[in-house]
Every structure is written in C-alpha cells, then in structure tokens.
C-alpha cells in the first residue's frame, strides 16, 4: 500500500452530474434499485485474444461496495473483504444514486510472449473519482495509483482525452492484478472499455467522426437559421438558434468535450456546466415551444405549466452560480425533466388534434430526443445489448433529429403560412378579379351610355345653337326695318322732319337700340351656357382695354355730368393679361356703363389697375346708392333687378354675362358695396406670360357723319354695287340708304345664283351679300366669285343676321372683306364702302 493510496481516502466534498445522467435518470429514478450483484464469484479476469479488440470490464470483473467509502487496497485485498467479492456480469456496472464507494478486481492475462499495451477507458465523464491500482514494478508486492475524475484539473489527466483514459502494459505472458476504485455522489455507472492500443486509436477516430458529422450538422443548420432569422425577423428562429446552442452545450458537456476545450482549467465550471446546461437547455426549449405553438393563446394550461418551470430553471441556474453543492439542485433539474419532455410532447399532441399542421414535425422532433435518450440510458443500464453505436448514437442522433425535425417543423409552419397566405391572395385576387369584370361591364355599360348621352347632348346642343342662330336672324330682321328707316328719317336732309316727328322717331330709333341690346345680350348668355362660345385668349394690356373702353363711355359719362378718374399708381405698367380682346371690352365697358347709370349725377367714377399675386385687378368703384347685402347675393342671377333702381334703364343681365366673360377668361370678379355709400366691382384676370401678342388696341370706327357720306359722293364717279338679298325689307332699306350716293348704282339680284351671274356679268365694284340666300349660302357666293378670274377681285361685304361668334368667326375667316350683322349700322357699312371705292378710285 503506497501513500497515495492512504491520502486519496479522505471523503469527496462536491459531488457531480452530467446531462446524461440526468437523461438517464429519467428511466432509473422510479425504476432502477443499485444492480444486484450475482452470489457467485466465477473468476474475473480477461484473458487477451488478438482476434478481440475490446473488452466490456463489467462482463469480466467482481466487485465490492464500501458504504463507508473509507476501505483501502490493503483492506479490500485482505482475506475478510477479498471473499465477500461478486461478479459483475453486465457491460456497464450501474449502482444508481449512492453515496457507497465501489471496487472493482480484474485479472489480466496476456497468454503472448510479447508485452500487450491496452487502454482502460470510462466514457461518462462527471464520475467523481476513478482510481486505478496495478502492481508497481518498483516495489514488488506493492500498487501503484494512478486518478482521473472531474474532481481533477483537465491537464492534470493522464491522458489528454475527453474521457478517463489510463494505459496499461501486461508483460508477455504476464497476469496483471487490477484494482478500480470509483466514488461519486451522483449515479454511479462506469462503462469501462478495455482496448487494444490500435483498436482505441481507430475507435477513437470513427467517434471524431462522428463529432464532427454531429457539430457540422448543428453548425450549418444554425448559419442556416441565422440567416432566416435576419431575413424574416421573427423571435422564432432566434429561439431555434440559440436551442441549437444549448444542444451543442449539453452534448459537448455530456461527453467530456467542453471540459476539454472550453475550460479545461476549472473542473468547478465543468460541474456547474452539467447542470446549468441541461438548465438552459430545457429554458430555451420551452420558449421555442411557447413561439412555435402559440401556447398563450392555443393552450393556456400548458402555457402556465411552462412558465412554472422557466421559473424553476431561472432558480436553479441562479443557485448554481452560487452554490457547490449541485446535488439537489440536480435532483430538481431531473424532476423538470420529466415534466419538460412530458409536456412538450402533450403540447404537439394536443397542436396536432387541434389541427395545427405545422405540429406534426415538432412532435416527432421531440420524440426523437426523447427515444435517443432513452436508447442511450437502456444501453447504460443494460437492458439494451452494449454497443458504443447505441450508446452514443442513440443520444446524438436523438438530438441531432431534434434539431432536424425543429428546423423542418420551422420550413413546414412557413410553408403553411405561406399556403394560407397564398390562398387569402388567391381569394383576394379571385374577388378582385370578379369585381373588376363586373366593374368593366358597368363601365363600358356607362360607357356606351356616356356617349349615347354625349351624342344627344350634342345633338341638342347643335340644334340650340342653330336655334339660337336662327332666332338671332328672325329677331333682327324686323330690327332692320324699325332702326333703319327710323335712322333714315333721322338723317334724311333733303326731307327733314318736323320737331315733334324727330322726337317721335327718335323714341321709335331708341326702343329699336333697347331691343337690340336686349336681344345681343339675352343670346349672348345663351350662347356662353350652350357652352359654344369662343374664347380667343391673347396677351392684352389691360391698360389700353381700359382706355379705350373709357373713350367708349366717355359720352354718357359727361352726359350724365359723371367725371371718369384714373387712380392707377404704376404709370408705366402695361398690366398684361390673357384675355380675349373683345369680350374684355365687353366686361368694362360693362362695368363703367354700370357705375355710370348707378352714381349719383354730377360725381365720379374711379378706376385703378393693379398687380396681384397671379394676375392683374381692374377696380371700379362709383359713389352711387351701394347694394344692400340682401341684394349683394343675387345681382350676378339673370333678370335680377332691384326695386331701388327704378328709373333706371336696364334689364339685370350685364352683370350675369360679365361674371360668365370673366369665368371663361379664367378670372373671378368680386363686389364689395356699402349702402349708401357706393360700390366697387373688381376683376382679376390672370397675367400674361407672352407679351409679344400685345396688340394695339383696336379704335372704335370714328363716327362718319351723313354730311360727309354726301361730300365723299359728289366726288366721286359712278360705281357699281351688287346687293345679293332675297329679304324685301332689307333690300327697300338699302336702295334708301344708297340713294342719297349718287356716285352709286345699287343693284339687286334675290338669289345666290342669280347674285354670281349678274356679277360676272356687270363685274361690279362691291358685292353686299346676305348669308341665308334662298338657293345657295353667302359663303358659296363668296367662293364661286373668287374662283372665277372676272369676280375674283371684288371686294365682297357680308351683311347678315346670323350674328353668333361662330358666324362671325367663319365669315372672317372665309375671305369676306367685313362681315357686319343685321341691322346694319349705316356709318358702319358707309365707312367699309367709301374705304373699298376710294382703294379702288
Ligand atoms: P342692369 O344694370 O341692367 O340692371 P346688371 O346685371 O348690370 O343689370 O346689374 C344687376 C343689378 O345689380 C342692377 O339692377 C343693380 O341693382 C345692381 N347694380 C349693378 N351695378 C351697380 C352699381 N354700380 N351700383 C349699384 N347697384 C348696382
């Protein structure tokens, strides 16, 4: 007995378990007593066969249990102890949960003449103590020991090797005494392997492979996932990865590894490691359950079971970091574990009844650990035939499915989401794809139904227009007569008459102008709301649009004693607007004439133009009565005329048809008035951007009195003018007109043809031609004239009672030298006719 042997006596302060211990102890709490040993001691040694390369220890040893654990070789080898000996006879002596110290004998015998090197192996690593006596060659009779154990730094082992591994040399034909002395607090199984130094040395190989298949696999699912979780950034696969994790921790602990590579220094880490590894293990396990399940929500029992042990584990795993002494702790640890793999396996029965697809792969994930466990503990505890595939394999493959199952479990439930979502689209899609055929057919239905309306809108459009053009022409005509020959009495010099017969006429000449106006202006605001009114925006100063409608009202302002004052600051602003030159007129003039009728005589009018934001504001303020706000709100309706206005002429339209100019000009007018006081009408029209259109403003045709018409004709030769008109009155009211020109011969032609063949005929030096001709229309009067090289040259006067914008546009554009409307002014077409014969003269 050497010193050592004496000194290793003193009794184990910490105690250890590993994970699979804890695995195992699943099956062996309820079950499993301490092996009992057989009665009969049958020989315990091995005798070495070359054809043999490994020997099980258990199946070739007797042994003895020390409760006291305090016996020494010298005692155990004395003749009291060395009868009470048994045999073994199973792989892997098992004794459970004891506090007992146990010895082992063998013998070994090399039956060779040469010297046999065999490695004693013990794979579960968390045996406290291992020690091993052979004969020492130095003092004969006497042992030599030799420990291993986790009680043991790493490096002080023996042998570098993540198991218990000691060297023996039998010399040839040599039997060698073998004494093994093992304690530990937790379960005590010791899988002893006796080899052949090559055959460990391949065995050792095929299980690196084996590692590595094992990590590489665990490693490349994990990167696998990582990726998926950056991708998808679902806490699920965080779970999944940091699962993996504890896989890996749990088995490298179980098999020495980690103790070997990551803290080879500190067995106290190594201790703890076992238990707070199969800890976290089991934490992380149920918050991937709790993710992938949706226990809160699907199953709330189970849910409260689960947070029940994420509270125990956090417990242990705080107490560990604490404390030394892990055996209780662990006994916990292994209580979980019974409930863990109960429950995680319940949960995905219970998912799996309830429909939930995706729980198929996480049932048989679990299942699959749950029986490489138990492989690996049947193996332990012998039930199972001993064989290092089943031993190990049984628990990494368990584990190694666990985590392929999870993964495909993952792929699965994304599959479904994805179906589900792929059908919520399909159905989406389906719907929105019935809604927009039946919204297309409602479509081309109010489609075919727009343009049938526009068609008729059209239609009716046209047909008002031409009803409009139609009733300009029957209203005027009969204008013709009463303006005409009312003006042709007015001027007649040669048969004046009397005063009261010149006042008279006068009335008559008078109304006829008030129904003109009024029939100018009610067709006018037809035309706009028929909507074909033509708008020819220019740029336009709206300074010289001002003056030149001031010299328009200028008349009537003085006769009504009314002063016109410019208030415009900016002297030298032009003020240019897009406008139509016409129409803009008509607004202003509107607007002065308005504030003229309604100031109070003698006073004035003010006028003031100025910059806005967008565009430019003409102000025209009077001093007159105001608008009360009542009225304020209907004086731009048509016909709107209030009853303080009496006296006053007008017919409540101006303002209508001035708002509708200004709308289509892409303006706005506003109106600002106090009783009593007087109002201002505004408009704004927006700025020109092109000035280059800047026309000059055009000046009213000066005023050609019947005693100049009388001087221009005695001076003249004779001439030759052509009226192509089937309207009698009209014709009668011409021949009045011309015969005061005695430089002029009026002929007459009723219809169009007739028309074209009396001036080819006479060529004479002006054609007057009405538009509506019984036979053919003015314009085809026009056109044959200028076709035929004799007429081509005269000058042709259209004088119409179509008087609508598009009339007056065509005939502009046709080539007539002017185009005047029914009634015809008689200065207007006397200054047209003595322009064209004086070209002519
Ligand atoms: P009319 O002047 O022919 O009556 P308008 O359409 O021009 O028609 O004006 C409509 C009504 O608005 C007028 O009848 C009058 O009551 C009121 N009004 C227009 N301008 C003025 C003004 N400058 N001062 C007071 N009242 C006005």
Redesign the pocket.
Known sequence: MNNSDRTDRRPFRNRSLSASSLLVALLLLMTLAPAAPASVYDGSSIVLDNATSSYQLGMHMDYIEDPSRKLSLNEITSAPYRERFSLHRKNAPSFGFTESAFWYRTEIVNPYPTAQTLILEETIPYIDSIRLYTPDRSKPGGYAVRHAGDKLPFKDREILHHNFLFKITVGANQRLPVFIRIESRAAVMTPFTIWQEAAFDQHARNINILYGLFFGILISIAIYSLFLLLNMRETIYLYFILFIGCVALVVSTSHGLSYMYLWPESPRIAEMMQVVGISLFQIIGILFARSFLHTRETLPHINRLFNILLLVHTLIIGTALVSDDFILIAKISILCLYLYSFLLLLSGILALRSGNRAARFYLLAWTSSIIGALITALTLFNILPYHFVLLNAGYLFGFLLDVIFLSLALSDKILVLRQERDQAQQSAHETLQSSKERLEVEVAERTKDLVSARKEAELANQAKTQFLSNMSHELRSPLIGILGFSELLLTDEEHPLTPEQQENTQVIHDSGNHLKELIDDVLNIAIIESGSFAIDLQSISLREALAEAITLVQASASKQKIEIIDRTTDESEMFWVAADRLRLRQVII??L???I???NSPGRVTVALEQTESGVRLC?R?R????SKE?LAT??E?F???T??AG???????????RKLIKLMNGWIT?D?VLGE??T?SIELPASLNQTGAATAAKPHPAASPRSMALAARNAKQHRILYIEDNLSSQVFLEHVFKRRKDVTLHFSSTGLEGIASAREHTPDIVLTDIRLPDITGFDVLRELKEHKKTAHIPVIAISANATPDDLEKGRDIGFVNYLTKPVEINILMDTVNRLLLQEG
């Open positions: 509107n607007l004439s308005n504030a009728k309604y100031s025209v009077d007159g009565p105001g608008i009225n004086i731009f048509p709107t005329r209030h303080d206005n006053i002429e007008g017919v409540g339209i101006g303002l209508t048809i001035t109106v008035s007087g109002s009408f």
